[in-house]
């Protein structure tokens, strides 16, 4: 089967609005002034006006503009159009209902600087949020502050280093090493690194899971400050030995940090704080279903232990008696990491979805999760390779194996889902399996929905041998095909100007 490129379709040639500029065309005229508009000059600094006549603007009617925009927009994907199987992503769906209570007046419209006692209803929504971020990781001290998960990986990792100064004094400073597996988030020995560790890698076994001799090795080594582990981890496998690492972690005298980016295979189910865990970062934009992409805004608030609390970022939100303050009162506090209080709208979306889901709703949510990433990762193991033997958590990863002997990699496969109308999953991440393909269908996928994905990539996997160029050459349905993202991503052209006509007009 092989698709033609449509170069003729109206909404699929859509030019720069620059290139529909007709002129003399309007789509709006601003009403006459009502003041003198020579006293006005006169108030506005000379070298401030504008002498020309709104030069290189383009002049286009309102069904140009209605008709440019809606077309381009089009071109984009989102997460109401279809499933995300971005695998530790968590692209779940976002309620409606989420997004009504977000843009409530009393929340929405408030003030940051507005007085505590005017704020009550705000600070109690925050309260709670901490509580049931508590109740879910079994982790009583939890700060709201952080933007995203990579800043609650930071901000906990800052709490581990307060810790270890006071309790070792002069003597913390021997102990710098941060352990973490070579299947991580590359966030993580980022974060490490900013808070003054230095990273040692543990490798990974056959099973997918940290390799509990090194593991050991490295500890015996000494220095340890301690370990990084995201459960389940990257390659959707949950690590078993989880009680057993954080007390080999604890013995050689260092704190077992989780990146809990992965919690939507445990919500409801499992607590990190049970498994002897510290601290813990969640990622709101990901598991608490709060909007995702294009930089923000997140939350990853930062969860921790008693021991640790009296480090988390101030100004802390507490209860005293049925009223609710800021509290600074933390002379250990590592200090604020955000402005404010954090990003409030992702705390409202976030305790929304708590509320309406209710625990069992949650643990079936998580359930769902699980079964969705089983159901996908069971139809595609004929078709795919798939490197690890134990049953996935919430997502499950492949890799290009099959495929590749006939010149057809991941990328092409990722590439050629676009044709089939679906975003593609991640790709080449984590590093440890050649080609991965991580696909993480989350509980918001319809049966319906999953039978589409998987025909779509056992259609793929069929082309790969039949007709391996038509994969290699996709995508054949977009607007255009493959980027120089590289390139794109390096130097952006972000501007138009009137000289750039002939280049627009060539490519
Ligand atoms: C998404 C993710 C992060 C980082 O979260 P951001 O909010 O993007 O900063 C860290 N670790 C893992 C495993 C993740 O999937």
Known sequence: MSITKVTQHPTQNEELIFDRSQTGRVGFCLPKLDVDETAIEEMIPKELLREDDLEGVPEVSEVDVVRHFTRMSTWNYSIDLGMYPLGSCTMKYNSRLNEKVARIDGFAGLHPLAPEAEAQGALELMYRLQEDLAEIT???????????????????VMLIRA????????????RRVMLIPDSAHGTNPASAHMAGFTVKTIRSNSEGLTDMDHLRELCAQGGIAGLMLTNPNTVGIFEKNITEICDIIHEAGGLVYM???????????ARPGDFGVDVIHLNLHKTFSTPHGGGGPGCGPCCCTAELQHFLPTPRVVKAGDRYRLDFDYPESIGRVKAFYGNFGMMVRALAYIM????????????AAVLNARYVGHYLTEDFDKPFESDSMHEVIFSHKKQSRKGVHTLDIAKRLIDYGFHPMTIYFPLIVEGAMLIEPTESVGRADLDAFIDAMRSIAKEAIEDPQTVIDAPHSTRIGRLDEATAARKPVLRWRPDMDSLTKAA
Do not use: W
């Not at 079994?138 to 906990?156: D, N």
């Not at 810790?163 to 400073?173: I, N, Q, T, V």
């Open 138 to 156: 079994g982790l009583p001290g939890v700060s709201l502050q952080p933007a995203a998960g990579a800043h609650g990986e930071m901000t906990g």
């Open 259 to 269: 990146d809990g980016a992965n919690m939507n295979a445990l919500v409801g189910i």
């Open 163 to 174: 810790f270890l100064d006071k309790r070792d004094g002069a003597e913390s400073k021997n």
């Open 356 to 367: 309406t889901h209710g625990d069992t709703g949650l643990k079936e949510a998580t359930e």
